[in-house]
């Protein structure tokens, strides 16, 4: 890139060039900078089912994924808020999809809702998730296992729970990303 275009740049287009290349600091100044403006876009387009964190996370989960694919061709909140647009829309559609499967489970086995009371029926299934999500849990490696306990057990910020188990976000996130899919996985083979 010539110097020309490098002075017209802002800083955060800078920043962004230097994480295409694989600075986790500089990825970490434009997490910070922009973690709740990016949340903030997300909660302004979203159905209140999707947390804005979580998102967000995927979000730039993906950023350093795909950064070697970084270009300056448009401004940095631009290039954030597409990404944030396109994961929510993958996670409203993913809750779409399981919302028709419940509906549909639901018109085929129409007797289940008949057999015992609805506060009955609420407070037994309820115990159930509990125990089937702690035995999934349980079966996490460590650092997996505590990265989720921080984020949704205690509800600790990336940067919080990153800070309590001094490690950088970076790290946590990937802790908590890997622990959320192996989580994923462990459920859809566990029955409450």
């Known amino acids: 890139m010539g110097n020309r275009l490098k002075n017209h740049l802002d800083e955060d287009a800078r920043l962004m060039l230097q994480v295409a290349r694989g600075d986790s600091l500089a990825f970490t100044k434009i ?3 922009y973690f709740s403006i990016v949340t903030d876009y997300i909660a302004s387009h979203n159905r209140p089912s999707v947390i ?9 989960s993906r950023i350093w994924r795909n950064r070697a694919k970084y270009s300056p061709n448009s401004s940095i909140k631009t290039f954030l808020f597409g990404y944030a ?3 929510l829309m993958e996670e409203q559609n993913r809750l779409a999809k399981a919302v028709t499967a419940k509906q549909n489970w ?3 086995h129409p007797s289940t809702s008949s057999i015992i009371s609805s506060n009955t029926k609420t407070a037994t299934c309820q115990a159930g998730l509990e125990k089937t999500l702690e035995q999934a849990i349980l079966q996490l490696p460590a650092k997996q296992r505590q990265a989720i306990r921080l984020t949704y057990g205690k509800g600790m910020s990336l940067q919080q729970a ?3 188990v001094n490690c950088s976000c970076e790290a946590f996130w990937s802790r908590l990303r890997r622990g959320r899919e192996k989580l994923e996985q462990l459920l859809q083979h566990m029955e409450p």
């Open 106 to 108: 639901r018109s085929r």
């Open 85 to 87: 647009k396109n994961v």
């Open 31 to 33: 997490y910070n900078k």
């Open 162 to 164: 990153a800070k309590e």
């Open 52 to 60: 804005p964190e979580d998102i967000a996370q995927e979000v730039f």
